[in-house]
């Protein structure tokens, strides 16, 4: 069945450092994109940066990557030069196939910038 | 810039109370949907639109209904609130095709006393 992972219920990270959030997903689709989203504590859930399964390079968005690894179904969300204002909820999520609605979300990764 | 809106930010109501929450988008999206957050459960699917007057059941259906008369707004119905419906509730839109990203609202806060 498909399943999105992530381990990392909580994460601290320095102010102008790199960090890493950790995604995983179980799927049989050969098509299907990957999201990940940011939560601040107002609850607004912001879309970040997308994933198609056939794209061959890794997606980028500003300070935003995500690290592809297919034959290992990983999706990791690098965030680069993390600011202060980047301490929310990251949550990672699946859709499968063309033809499907449904989205699949992780139960998230909180991270806190620290100054 | 797509825009989601919700017609609350909190709401609180009693027990029995029928409760409606709405939404709005205003990118011409075919699809919609209704989740609910609970704190380790992530977001769950509560129910999808692909069109209007169409829906389909998400994960957790039970308890709530929906209506979707007009492309742009899809609402979420509490036909009895219950303790166990006190949650957040966000409601998203997405286009039929391409990337299908979603685009969520702000989120509504209910609270069933």
């Known amino acids: 069945a498909q399943k999105i992972t992530q381990t990392q219920p909580g994460m601290f990270v320095q102010e102008k450092e790199a960090v890493t959030l950790d995604c995983t997903y179980d799927t049989s689709d050969q098509s299907y994109g990957l999201f990940w989203y940011k939560q601040p504590s107002s609850g607004e859930m912001i879309f970040l940066i997308y994933q198609g399964s056939y794209d061959e390079q890794n997606a980028t968005e500003g300070r935003y990557s995500l690290n592809f690894q297919k034959a290992r179904k990983s999706a990791n969300l690098v965030i680069s030069a993390s600011q202060l204002g980047d301490s929310a909820m990251y949550f990672c999520a699946m859709r499968e196939g063309p033809g499907t609605y449904k989205y699949i979300f992780g139960t998230g990764t909180r991270l806190k910038v620290l100054a | 810039d797509v825009k989601v809106t919700q017609s609350s930010r909190y709401l609180v109501k009693r027990t029995g109370e029928k409760v409606f929450l709405e939404c709005v988008q205003d990118m011409d999206h075919e699809n919609m949907f209704w989740y609910r957050q609970d704190p380790g459960l992530g977001l769950r699917l509560i129910y999808f639109s692909y069109d209007v007057k169409m829906k389909e059941k998400g994960d957790i259906p039970e308890g709530y209904s929906v209506s979707r008369e007009k492309k742009e707004r899809f609402s979420l119905i509490l036909e009895s609130a219950s303790t166990n419906q006190t949650s957040m509730y966000l409601c998203?839109?997405?286009?039929?095709?391409?990337?299908?990203?979603?685009?969520f609202g702000p989120g509504t806060r209910l609270l069933v006393l």
């Open positions: 998203a839109s997405s286009r039929w095709q391409g990337a299908e990203t979603q685009y």
